[in-house]
């Protein structure tokens, strides 16, 4: 899997599925436990923790027909996987699909351009970490518009 564009949406899948059954799970077990909510930043940051993930694996590369397929992808995993758990709550399946799939591009975008910009090699290994959490600060301006 060294070359494989599709990469992204696998480790986005595992990511969120592995978030979901551990909320899934702390649900069962704590029913009285304040559990986070799916919104747009809870979102953000599964698909930041992916694409981290990603960038430890193989430097990112920029190419726009796997930009719109993981995109479509990500949209699939973040309407199917919180609607399997059951922790979508009353928001409908289409619209965490949208969310998620404009969360999951938008993201991977600017993720993998700033890490294009930056290509520091093994000069900086907490490059992509700090990306991604400059990006995640960057996106808590989208709190509470799911």
């Known amino acids: 899997m060294k070359a494989n564009p599709l990469k992204q949406s696998a480790l986005l899948a595992v990511v969120v599925g592995l978030f979901f059954l551990i909320l899934a799970l702390a649900g069962a077990l704590a ?5 986070p909510k799916l919104d747009l930043p809870a979102m953000l940051a599964l698909t930041l923790i992916a ?3 990603d960038a430890y ?3 990112p590369k920029l190419c726009w027909p796997a930009l719109l397929s ?4 990500g949209g699939v995993v973040f309407a199917v996987l919180p609607w399997c758990a059951g922790v979508a709550g009353t928001i409908p399946v289409w619209v965490l699909g949208l969310a998620g799939a404009a969360v999951s591009g938008a ?4 993720y993998t351009a700033a890490m294009e910009r930056i290509a520091t090699g093994p000069k900086a290994p907490l490059a992509p970490a ?3 959490l400059m990006l995640f600060l960057a996106g808590q301006c989208l709190s509470g518009l799911l």
């Open 51 to 53: 694409l981290t993930l």
């Open 70 to 73: 993981n995109a479509a992808l």
């Open 130 to 132: 700090g990306t991604a």
């Open 107 to 110: 993201t991977t975008l600017l």
């Open 57 to 59: 694996w193989s430097a």
């Open 31 to 35: 029913p009285m436990a304040i559990l």
